[in-house]
């Protein structure tokens, strides 16, 4: 597609279940993001792909939280047990960013997480 | 620490004047520095990046200072319109092979 996409684009779960969000990255970016948005606040960065790795998962705000991604491309996050501080909206971002390429990142329309 | 900080929450100002956000930086030796706009509901979207050699860079109504003396940048939108209503973030990379580090943003409103 052109642009980041993310499924779903809502979701609404009760407390203490598992939940799986998914990016679809603009195609060839090698680098991918998650941020966590509450309402009315700044990005929190949760995440960040290189490749299929992850250099830096500083982020993460627990051990409920995981992310992967497969083949350069898709990646999903993963929350386990979700709380009610777990819902905001997730947002994804991809970007060229590597040595000598500006992290100029691009964004997906994110997917509101409400636990309740 | 490291900090990037944005002038304020949120700005109010009238139609057809120039808004000037601020965007200050503490312990950061960026090689750039980006502006995103987003509004509610969606994800921020790239306006202009501006390289620590450059001291201004423009596009259309936008205009982007980088001082890395000051160690701030100043985002301006001149003849401003209800239109240019968001909430406005800076950006920098901390050093060349690190991604950006975003600033909590500024609320822009235009009132007619």
């Known amino acids: 597609g052109a642009g980041v996409s993310q499924s779903p684009s809502n979701k609404v779960t009760e407390k203490g279940k598992d939940v799986e969000l998914r990016c679809d990255p603009i195609?060839?970016?090698?680098?991918l993001y998650w941020y966590r948005q509450s309402l009315g606040q700044g990005l929190e960065f949760l995440i960040y792909?290189?490749?299929?790795?992850?250099?830096?998962k500083s982020g993460l705000p627990s051990d409920r939280f995981s992310a992967e991604r497969t083949g350069g491309s898709v990646s999903t996050l993963t929350i386990q047990r979700t709380q009610q501080e777990d819902s905001a909206v997730y947002l994804c971002?991809?970007?060229?960013?590597?040595?000598?390429?500006?992290?100029?990142?691009?964004f997906g329309p994110g997917t509101r997480l409400t636990v309740l | 620490s490291q900090k990037i900080e944005q002038n304020s929450e949120a700005l109010n100002i009238q139609e057809g004047k120039t808004a000037t956000l601020t965007c200050n930086y503490t312990?950061?030796?960026?090689?750039?520095l980006q502006w995103y706009r987003q509004d509610p509901g969606r994800g921020p979207v790239f306006l202009l990046l501006?390289?620590?050699?450059?001291k201004e860079k423009r596009k259309e109504r936008l205009k982007v200072t980088f001082d890395t003396t000051l160690k701030q940048s100043l985002f301006h939108i001149t003849a401003s319109q209800p239109a240019d209503s968001a909430t406005y973030l800076c950006?920098?990379?901390?050093?060349?092979?690190?991604?950006?580090?975003f600033g909590k943003g500024t609320r822009l409103s235009v009132i007619a």
């Open positions: 971002a991809s970007s060229l960013f590597d040595r000598g390429s500006t992290d100029t990142q691009y």
């Open positions: 195609s060839g970016h090698t680098a």
């Open positions: 792909f290189q490749g299929n790795s992850a250099p830096d």
């Open positions: 312990n950061y030796s960026p090689a750039y």
């Open positions: 501006i390289r620590e050699n450059e």
């Open positions: 950006a920098l990379v901390p050093s060349g092979n690190t991604p950006l580090v």
